[in-house]
């Protein structure tokens, strides 16, 4: 079979360069090893994220990002669920940070927060020890085991793209890629292995010393009627996310969680917490770090999780309905790598745990360059 594009991966970053493909009119073909998506971009919160992302490049490439899945959404049949996020701060530290956030580009739509407007926009809110927040209208969130494989139909349907599921590549020598059922050629070929750190152009991965990430997150089934208006993050957060830890008013903050919140700093939990249609909110998350990460979830660190949910919210009562795992690569160096093994070829890998964020940006920008 010949093709303009062939994208070995069918997670979001795939898709997104199946997508950008299929835009310029060519002919698309995606090849994914297992029968369905089942990886990062199925387990994520579906948070398509702009504040808080790495300054410079990468902040760009997020806003780029929720600008095309504004786009795509209605064209794909896909439900936002909710758009905005607030960043609830209960720390006097987290102020002086938000103050300093805010006085850069990236504070562009944000708005600062006092309590009582915080409350407001979530009655929700724990109102102890609620010093203010931030709003950032820039956000927008999908059900994600939904909204992957519709995309991957939309593309199908309505763009011609031909998807070859359950089949694993063996071996890409472009324009001839071999796979375990066929022989394909294509004058182009986008590896987006995700977390697979040992297959294909392995060799490429080693100078930037990748390492692995996973993540604990659960569904919880709040009381009835409870709505969430918007994403929902916290103080710890603002260590975490580039945007804001990069920052040198986020030094007085670390310290301070450091101390008196310690086992969530030590298991690098921060809260998001988001809304599905049926009312239940997706939970997370923490982040432990290895070459190897046993698959076993562990019931102390969601305990830790549901604690930081509890102190940002009035939930008298919880009920967990699911709980998962998920892993994605890591670089200390940058959020995203792009490799050319020859001119035909590119692997692209996100490696911040951004996919959802800022796949669609990436892709454009890798197909910019053929």
């Known amino acids: 079979m010949d093709c303009d594009l062939l994208v070995v991966g069918a997670g979001i970053v795939g898709l997104a360069h199946a997508w950008a493909g299929a835009k ?15 990886g990062a971009s199925i387990r ?6 702009v504040t808080g992302q790495q300054r410079g490049a990468h902040w760009r490439r997020a806003r780029r990002s929720r600008d095309l899945w504004a786009e795509l959404a209605p064209r794909a049949g896909l439900r936002i669920e909710h758009a905005g996020l607030l960043l609830a701060a209960r720390c006097e530290e987290s102020e002086a940070l938000l103050e300093a956030f805010l006085a850069t580009e990236m504070g562009d739509g944000c708005e600062r927060l006092d309590a009582a407007q915080a409350h407001r926009r979530q009655p929700g809110l724990r109102a102890q020890g609620l010093r203010g927040g931030l709003y950032s ?37 472009t324009p001839r890629v071999r796979t375990a ?29 990748l390492t692995l990430c996973q993540l604990q997150m659960l569904r919880v089934r709040p009381p009835s009627g409870f709505r969430l208006n918007a994403a929902l993050m916290a103080d710890l957060s603002l260590v975490r996310y580039d945007g804001y830890a990069a920052l040198p008013e986020a030094r007085p903050l670390l310290r301070r969680l450091s101390q008196e919140r310690h086992d969530a700093i030590a298991h690098g939990i921060h809260l998001i917490a988001v809304q599905s249609a049926d009312g239940t909110l997706v939970v997370g998350d923490s982040h432990h770090y290895g070459p190897v990460l046993p698959p076993f979830a562990s019931d102390a660190v969601d305990r830790l999780i549901l604690d930081e ?62």
């Open 309 to 370: 949910l509890r102190r940002q919210l009035d939930l008298p009562a919880l009920e967990v309905v699911e709980r998962w795992t998920g892993i994605y690569p890591v670089s200390a160096s940058a959020p995203c790598l792009v490799e050319a093994p020859d001119e035909r070829t590119r692997l692209v890998m996100v490696t911040s745990g951004t996919g959802a964020s800022t796949a669609f940006g990436l892709a454009e920008e890798v197909l910019a360059g053929w």
């Open 44 to 49: 994520n919160f579906g948070f398509v994220t």
């Open 181 to 209: 059922r066929a022989t394909y050629h294509a004058a182009r070929v986008v590896v987006c292995g995700g977390a697979e750190l040992h297959g294909l152009f392995a060799d490429r991965w080693q100078p930037h010393a």
């Open 24 to 38: 310029r009119g060519w002919r698309v073909v995606v090849v994914e090893r297992d029968a369905a998506c089942i």
């Open 137 to 173: 209208p820039h956000e927008l969130r999908v059900e994600s085991r939904e909204a992957i494989p519709r995309i991957a139909a939309w593309l199908a349907e309505q763009h011609g793209v031909a998807f070859r599921f359950g089949e694993a590549v063996l071996e890409v020598e």
